[in-house]
Structure formats: C-alpha cells, structure tokens
C-alpha cells in the first residue's frame, strides 16, 4: 500500500487549479466523486459495497484522505479497487493541488469512476473546490436530522446527499421527512438517497445514478 505525505498547495487560486482539474478529467473521460461528511458516517462501507456492486462493469480507484493511517486504502484494495492512502499533514480537508497530486501519483488512466474519501469532516471540505465532477455528501442516521441546520454550506454544495445506516432508524428518532425539508431549503436540486450499506436497502438507486453520472461525463454532458 502506498501511502504519500502532502501539504497544502501555495497556490494564487484553488477555484483556477481545480477548473483545470476538472478538465483534465474531462479528456481522461474519468468521473471524479469527491465524498464528503463527518467521521465514521459510512464512507469505506459505502464504497466497498459501491466496488462490489459495480467493480465488474467500470474500473473505479480510491483516493483515500486521512490525517494519519492507512486503513481505508488497505480495505480498498481488498477490494480490487485501485487506491492511495493520502496524509493531509493534519489537514482537515483536501484542496485541488492536493487532489491533483494525489491522483496522479495512483495513476487514473482506464479508470472510469474515481472517489476522493475526503477527511471525515462536515465543515472544511465544503470550502474547497477539488475539481470533481460531482460532490456527494453523507449524513447517517444516528447523526441527527437536524445537522443541515448546523453545517448548511455541506448540504449546499453537494449534488447528492446519501443518508447512510438507515437500518439503525429503529434506534434513533431520525425524521426523513424532516430532514429532506431542511435540506431542500437549502439545496432545491439536491439528490436524495437514503440507503443501508449493511443491508444493501436503497443501493440499487444510488448505484443507478451514479452509473448515469458516469456515463453523462464520458459523453460531455
Ligand atoms: N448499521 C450500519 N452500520 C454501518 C453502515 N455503514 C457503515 N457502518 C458502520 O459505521 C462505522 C464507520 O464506518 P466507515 O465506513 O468506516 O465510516 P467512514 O465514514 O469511512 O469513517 P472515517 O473514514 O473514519 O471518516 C463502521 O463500524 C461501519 O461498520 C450501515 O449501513 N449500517
Ligand atoms: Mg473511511
């Protein structure tokens, strides 16, 4: 498992790197998911479900960001997924120099569908353009249904919102109802998908999204 030390990139504009990103991309026909929320709300679950489900069709790779460790590449790679352990220098999110370099350094080419696993964080990463095609954010369960009325920037910036363990539901006093109204206050187009990794509840529909993201990049769209 390769794992690389960055540091934040010095650079006059990270809205510029990560247009320039984003076009790099674009001709590669690689789709860039940048994944966002706070810790432990089920981003490596997800992805390996993600890698099983779909690991057959496209080629995806992982680019896994944490302050420290190696974990999440390794579970990634257990996978048959290509991926990079990224360390931040205790950064509490990735910006586009970083995604840039990081990318290149696990190497993109035939890769149809990249996921940056940013750092577990609900407020940093929202202030960051990484030059993905698509920013998908996750809230689970037991988080709560009221964080778009903490961490509204998150909900605001992202295409998609996937609520994670909804299998715990019973446990908690989730309100979906609630929530999506709080989160299309903020965000009207917003996607919504509430999906189990545990139980595969919902993946289906994800899974068709972001096979139709997929395909709209490759296509230009
Ligand atoms: N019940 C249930 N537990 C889940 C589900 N998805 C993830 N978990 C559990 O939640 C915990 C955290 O999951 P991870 O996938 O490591 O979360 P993460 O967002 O990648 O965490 P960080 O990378 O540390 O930010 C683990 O114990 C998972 O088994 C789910 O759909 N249902
Ligand atoms: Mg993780």
Redesign the pocket.
Known sequence: MRVIELKESITASNDRDADALREEMRIEGTLLVNLM?S????????LSRIIEDLGGEWKIAVLEA?IDAQV?AERMEEKGARSIQVHTDGMCHMDAGMTRTGLREMGTEGIDLAFL?NV?NLICPAEFDTGAGKNVM?LSVPEGDDKPLKYPLMFMKSDVLVI??T??MPAFDFDLVRCTERVRRLNPDIRIFP????TGEGMADLENWLVTAVRDWKAGL
């Open positions: 929320s810790p432990g709300s089920g981003k490596t679950t997800l944490d999440d696993e577990g996750l994670t363990k299998d715990t999906v189990s990794a545990k």
